[in-house]
């Protein structure tokens, strides 16, 4: 471990996604210092890997790299990233969070973003960004448009060639790297640390994850994405253009069986969003949604529904029972129709995407004694009127950590997070 | 030029004396790699395949094709032709 370093701040945001990143914007434009600890390389969160956004089909990395670009510009934003945090406790005076920032292996007050290591770097490696779908350099900038541009080395899977210190122009690799501690103490405190998918082998009669074609909703959106990794959406089997792609829907939700009974609230909307794309990229493909029902409530989704309907996207309602592969990997779904009088019948696919619920990201919020929902989410003692309070003084909480909500609602109540933490910062008596 | 790599090689050294020499199955499976990529790029130095027709020539599986295709055009090695329907066909990106 290096040396220790001690920060202070008037509001400390764990996690940059979306919600992180407004909470920090609204408070720093307000007067007040933020530091905004990010335990990735790159700040943006989920929503800088989608590919548009519901139901304005809006580029989500056109609307997410203005606020990474603003946060981390701000001249009363810090941000921390690949930086762990340890613990968060409660002291008379605020809040002292212990800070693990991890070595990038990489001399970041020297660094030019060149990546001129990341091409000499003979290491291939499987892409987290791209879900395991890309392919990636055991030393590389984590995406086009991170932020910060910095490389970070894989130490596990480097081999130690050197090819990457040789071709840097500003000697910037520091093989010996250590990790260092940071001290914060704030006044206040955002917890917005996002949420995780229902694991891909929740569900054992959908092929336990075993299935090459059968894909989950996130890396359906890294391929159709602009820079996705194949450049086009392939079937990952044998990159075939799929003919037919299917959705199956509540894929980890509503499902008492796998722990998560309760509504995911984005599933439907991202599968037709996603499925209007794929409609607009592969015209001659067929695409399918097999839902229980569909939940489309508000801000223009009932419209971007029927919209999808005119568009020839093939709704089927209809109860997946079991998922499984043929010899070429084609897809086999048999389905029970919801209709009177209709039997069980098996349906072949070339791809399959699981509409995966949303889970909350941790079992426990660094050693906060925070109040949980029977899901796991951060529970808000008052719901209804100020969603963002948490029960503790000083600490709130923005986005997917109290539970599954829309962007926009995120943003919504980043800002609602975030006036609660001024409201705070100027009532009450911390020094 | 002579003291960087020197630095490079002390480093690498201490590297090597804190963590041990590198896993011999990491190496093992770079080499492989490497000796895979080099079967993709062989098979298309006769010109533009499709990912099947890259498999067949080099017995490789399919799906790891693909994922080394993935990472030759990344790493701008190769292009992609686009197509409508079917597979995509690929080429060396030729160097000028």
Redesign the interface.
């Known amino acids: 471990m290096n040396g220790k370093t001690e920060h202070n701040c008037d509001t400390l945001i764990v996690g940059s996604g979306i919600a992180g990143m407004q909470a920090a914007l609204d408070i720093g434009d307000a007067g007040f210092n933020v530091i905004m600890v990010e335990k990735s390389p790159s700040i943006g969160g989920k929503m800088i890997s989608l590919s548009k956004v519901f139901p304005t089909l809006d580029c989500a990395s056109c609307i997410t790299t203005p606020k990474m670009a603003a946060s981390s510009h701000h001249p009363r934003v810090q941000m921390m990233t690949y930086t762990e945090v340890k613990n968060i406790s409660k002291k008379a005076d605020g809040f002292e969070a212990l800070l693990i920032k991890k070595p990038r292996f990489v001399i970041e007050s020297e660094c030019i973003s060149c990546r001129k290591c990341e091409e000499a770097c003979p290491v291939y490696l499987e892409d987290e960004f791209e879900y395991g779908l890309g392919v990636k350099k055991a030393i590389s900038i984590p995406f086009t448009n991170a932020i910060p541009q910095f490389p970070v080395l894989d130490e596990e899977k480097c081999i130690r060639c050197g090819a990457c210190a040789r071709v840097c122009p500003k000697d910037c690799i520091d093989y010996l790297q250590k990790p260092e501690e940071i001290t914060v103490k704030a006044k206040s405190v955002i917890i917005a640390t996002g949420y995780e998918i229902t694991p891909m082998d929740a569900k054992k009669e959908y092929g336990e994850n075993k299935l090459i074609n059968v894909i989950s909703s996130l890396q359906a959106e890294r391929l159709l994405a602009p820079h996705g990794p194949y450049g086009k959406v392939l079937r990952p089997s044998d990159g075939k253009i799929p003919d037919s792609i299917a959705y199956v829907q509540c894929a980890g939700s509503r499902d008492e069986s796998i722990g998560v009974p309760y509504c995911s609230r984005v599933c439907c909307m991202y599968a037709i969003k996603q499925a209007m794309l794929l409609s607009g990229s592969l015209p001659l493909s067929e695409i399918t949604i097999y839902y229980m029902d569909i939940r489309a409530f508000g801000k223009g989704y009932e419209q971007f529904y029927n919209q999808a309907r005119a568009m020839g996207i093939n709704f089927v309602k209809a109860k997946v029972a079991k998922i499984s592969e043929d010899s070429q990997h084609n897809v086999i779904l048999r389905i029970d129709r919801q209709e009177e009088g209709s039997k069980p019948q098996e349906v072949k696919h070339d791809l399959v995407v699981l509409s995966q619920g949303l889970i909350p990201s941790r079992k426990e919020f660094f050693g906060l004694d925070v109040k949980l929902n029977e899901y796991g989410f951060i529970d808000s003692p008052a719901k209804t009127f100020s969603p963002a309070l948490t029960g503790i003084d000083g600490l709130f909480v923005a986005g997917v950590a109290s539970g599954p909500k829309d962007i926009p609602d995120t943003i919504m109540e980043a800002g609602s997070a975030a006036m609660e933490a001024l409201n705070y910062l100027k009532t009450a008596k911390i020094s | 030029m002579e003291d960087?790599?020197k630095?490079?090689?002390e480093?690498?050294k201490?590297?090597?004396e804190?963590k041990g020499p590198?896993n011999k199955s990491?190496?093992e499976y770079?080499r492989e790699?490497?000796s895979k990529?080099k079967k993709v790029l062989d098979a298309l130095k006769e010109g533009e395949k499709?990912?099947?027709e890259i498999?067949s020539l080099t017995g490789l599986d399919?799906?790891e094709?693909?994922?080394k295709?993935?990472?030759l055009?990344?790493?701008g090695k190769l292009e992609?032709i686009?197509?409508?329907?079917?597979?995509?066909k690929y080429k060396i990106v030729e160097k000028k």
């Open positions: 960087k790599n630095k490079i090689s480093q690498l201490a590297l090597n804190k590198v990491l190496l770079h790699n490497t990529q499709t990912i099947p498999a399919a799906r094709v693909l994922v295709i993935a990472g055009v990344k790493y992609i686009p197509a409508k329907t079917g597979y995509l």
